[in-house]
């Protein structure tokens, strides 16, 4: 497989469920990241690891829990989820671990998430 | 990361070019100018970056003139797999990570 892949593509789970995004990028990366994207909004971020390690966390609440072992694997770990948390979960990389714009993202195609 | 205005909406005909212009008045000196698409249920993909002048590649064409308050992506002969989501994005390589993107400029490509 080539560039970034996420799975599931699609995930339905309860409010008391767990469960786990997964996303790999086969690109030879250094940093990785979560974005969110609810419906009729823009991305924002979540996470961002850097050499396996979380550089950024945007605020977001404990019920969403990353984890990064290796440069090309980045879990998001779900738990006691609320209906406005459904969303498209998305997964990038980047090569240059410093960032900026000039660093170009490359994004998977996103986990759709509808907690019930 | 300097603010950016981009029109909300924009509707065109299959064949036509579609020129896209955003607003970034605050630019700073070291900030790259970057166009990114994204279509329905799916993650962004990177179109074109740029600093000044012009810059083309196979998908479009950037053009950013002098003072670099504005940009302009222009798509060459759409077609309907052109309709999407643009986000145009302004910021330099200042350590800050992850992108921030607005609400970007939906593109509608009629037969």
């Known amino acids: 497989e080539t560039g970034v892949t996420q799975t599931p593509r699609h995930l339905v789970m309860g409010m008391t469920n767990k469960k786990s995004l997964k996303c790999e990028q086969h690109?030879?990366?250094?940093?990785m990241y979560w974005y969110k994207q609810s419906a009729k909004k823009p991305l924002e971020l979540m996470f961002v690891y850097s050499l396996e390690e979380r550089v950024e966390n945007n605020s977001v609440p404990s019920r969403f829990s990353p984890e990064c072992p290796n440069s090309s694997h980045l879990f998001l770990h779900l738990h006691t989820l609320q209906p406005e948390d459904s969303a498209l979960y998305l997964c990038a990389s980047s090569q240059d671990p410093t960032g900026g714009v000039s660093d170009t993202q490359y994004f998977g195609p996103g986990t759709r998430l509808t907690v019930l | 990361l300097a603010k950016t205005t981009q029109p909300i909406s924009m509707d065109s005909y299959e064949g036509q070019e579609v020129n896209i212009t955003c607003s970034h008045n605050?630019?700073?000196?070291?900030?790259?100018i970057t166009w990114y698409q994204q279509f329905p249920s799916q993650g962004p993909r990177f179109i074109i970056q740029g600093y000044k002048t012009k810059v083309t590649n196979e998908v479009a064409s950037l053009f950013i003139p002098a003072d670099r308050k504005s940009s302009t992506l222009s798509l060459p002969r759409v077609s309907l797999s052109d309709t999407a989501v643009y986000y145009c994005l302004v910021g330099g390589d200042t350590g800050r990570r992850a992108l921030t993107f607005g609400s970007g400029t939906r593109l509608q490509v009629q037969p």
């Open positions: 605050n630019i700073a000196t070291n900030d790259y």
């Open positions: 690109l030879g990366h250094n940093a």
